[in-house]
């Protein structure tokens, strides 16, 4: 799905003091002491080639340099493969550590792939590549805050916007940002789905409110679904988000 663009109050939201703050303050809430990743504990998880026994890489535009891809979700290593890799491949997905992540990139630094890209969005060209040759699992732990701790302040902003949206008749304008969303932010969230079923009801698109139930299904999230029956059947549309 291409960019839809975002609207400009929320790209100057996005650029603004008080959002790289948010920001900091999750990536260190996430690293506290009870709810930091161990080392030892899986946490991320790498594209494989079934045939060819190897990764896929990502190519740096800055330099031409070699990158491997790892994701923070299975989700979203699939949706990556799906989208971006030949489809007459087969491909498994493998869970690492911090710790075995490590291991992982100083082998394959040998063999010239020296960086790491960590959950690329397969439907955007801009992506950070980290040098791999000073990670430690510590580190790798903390580069792994910093990328949630975008995806969670990005997607509450995006909510956020997309519900006064709804809530004001703006619907194709929620419907379009919480489109976004999930293509760009965070698609396995059930809350992007839940408010945009909503919005479907309101825009009386029935492919629209299958698809977001279908997501609900596909990820097993009854209870998420159950909420959005309630609405529809109930025809009360109140754009919430939340469980």
């Given at each position: 799905m291409p960019t839809r663009g975002i609207p400009f109050d929320l790209a100057e939201q996005e650029t603004s003091q008080e959002h790289s703050d948010r920001h900091d303050e999750i990536a260190r809430w996430l690293c506290e002491s009870s709810r930091r990743p161990e080392v030892e504990s899986p946490l991320f998880v790498?594209?494989?080639?079934?045939?060819?026994?190897?990764f896929p890489t990502i190519k740096d535009p800055e330099d031409g340099s070699l990158c491997?891809?790892?994701?923070?979700?299975?989700?979203r290593a699939a949706d990556y493969a799906r989208t971006l890799l030949d489809s007459s491949r087969s491909f498994?997905?493998?869970?690492?550590?911090?710790?075995?992540?490590?291991?992982?990139?100083?082998?394959?630094?040998?063999?010239g792939v020296r960086k790491f890209v960590l959950d690329r969005c397969p439907r955007c060209n801009?992506?950070?590549?980290i040098h791999s040759a000073?990670?430690?699992?510590?580190?790798?732990?903390e580069c792994w805050s910093i990328i949630k701790a975008t995806e969670l302040i990005r997607l509450d902003l995006y909510l956020?916007?997309?519900?006064?949206?709804?809530?004001?008749?703006k619907l194709f304008a929620s419907r379009d940002l919480l489109l976004e969303a999930a293509?760009?932010?965070?698609?396995?969230?059930?809350?992007?789905?839940?408010?945009?079923?909503?919005?479907?009801?309101a825009l009386y698109d029935r492919e629209l409110l299958r698809e977001a139930k279908a997501f609900l299904q596909f990820f097993k999230l009854n209870s998420w679904e159950r909420?959005?029956?309630?609405?529809?059947?109930?025809?009360?549309?109140?754009?919430?988000?939340?469980?």
């Open positions: 790498e594209i494989l080639d079934v045939k060819q026994q190897s491997l891809p790892v994701f923070s979700t299975p989700f498994s997905y493998l869970s690492s550590s911090p710790r075995e992540l490590v291991r992982m990139l100083q082998d394959l630094s040998e063999v801009v992506f950070c590549a000073s990670i430690t699992a510590d580190k790798a732990i956020t916007h997309a519900q006064t949206y709804a809530r004001t008749g293509a760009h932010v965070s698609f396995d969230d059930p809350r992007v789905h839940v408010l945009l079923g909503q919005v479907a009801v909420k959005l029956d309630e609405v529809v059947q109930s025809g009360s549309l109140n754009f919430e988000f939340e469980d």
